[in-house]
T-cell receptor, first 114, second 111 residues
Framework: SQTIHQWPATLVQPVGSPLSLECTVEGTSNPNLYWYRQAAGRGLQLLFYSVGIGQISSEVPQNLSASRPQDRQFILSSKKLLLSDSGFYLC?????????????FGQGTRLTVV | SQKIEQNSEALNIQEGKTATLTCNYTNYSPAYLQWYRQDPGRGPVFLLLIRENEKEKRKERLKVTFDTTLKQSLFHITASQPADSATYLCALSGSARQLTFGSGTQLTVLP
């Protein structure tokens, strides 16, 4: 069966420090991968999605970046965090290709920038 | 611009009643619509998917309708239970790779 792993679960980082969040998927190949951010009490804001290795689409301009070095690995990074980067970050995957299917989410990373 | 609205941020109902949540969208032609459940501090979990050519979908106590003329989906939970308390999110897709979420409705089922 397919599983998605996201870590760490919680993170407290000072302003100006770098960030690296990692997400890996098991049990499927060539998935579509997504990074979302959720502010407290709000919906999910799509940050990045990827349909293949090295292919990244950015939905919101900001100081974050994403990379997909392997088929089932998706990384969210920042060189210098801002206070406004605080939030709940969620990685998700969907079947690739033209299938209309549901998304499966990781458990999320609660990031607090102080 | 494209917009997805879930009609209320919070909804309280009595146990045993039917909860009805609304999702409206504008400037969008979704191929399909999905509903998810999210518990505090957790990632959303998929519940139901309905395609643009389907009017209604059911799964156990859940029912979803999709009206592309009204640009609206209704999500019903019948015989609601306190364990149904959670935030419910609708999500729309114009293509297979795209998935855009509404802000969610927090449902509380009172015993």
């Amino acid at each position: 069966s397919q599983t998605i792993h996201q870590w760490p679960a919680t993170l407290v980082q000072p302003v100006g420090s770098p960030l690296s969040l990692e997400c890996t998927v098991e049990g499927t190949s060539n998935p579509n991968l997504y990074w979302y951010r959720q502010a407290a009490g709000r919906g999910l804001q799509l940050l990045f999605y990827s349909v293949g290795i090295g292919q990244i689409s950015s939905e919101v301009p900001q100081n974050l970046s994403a990379s997909r070095p392997q088929d089932r690995q998706f990384i969210l990074s920042s060189k210098k965090l801002l206070l406004s980067d605080s939030g709940f970050y969620l990685c998700a995957w969907k079947s690739g290709g033209g299938a209309y299917t549901e998304a499966f989410f990781g458990q999320g990373t609660r990031l607090t920038v102080v | 611009s494209q917009k997805i609205e879930q009609n209320s941020e919070a909804l309280n109902i009595q146990e045993g009643k039917t909860a009805t949540l609304t999702c409206n969208y504008t400037n969008y032609s979704p191929a399909y619509l999905q509903w998810y459940r999210q518990d505090p501090g957790r990632g959303p979990v998929f519940l139901l998917l309905i395609r643009e050519n389907e009017k209604e979908k059911r799964k156990e106590r859940l029912k979803v309708t999709f009206d592309t003329t009204l640009k609206q989906s209704l999500f019903h939970i019948t015989a609601s239970q306190p364990a149904d308390s959670a935030t419910y999110l609708c999500a729309l897709s114009g293509s297979a790779r795209q998935l855009t979420f509404g802000s969610g409705t927090q449902l509380t089922v009172l015993p």
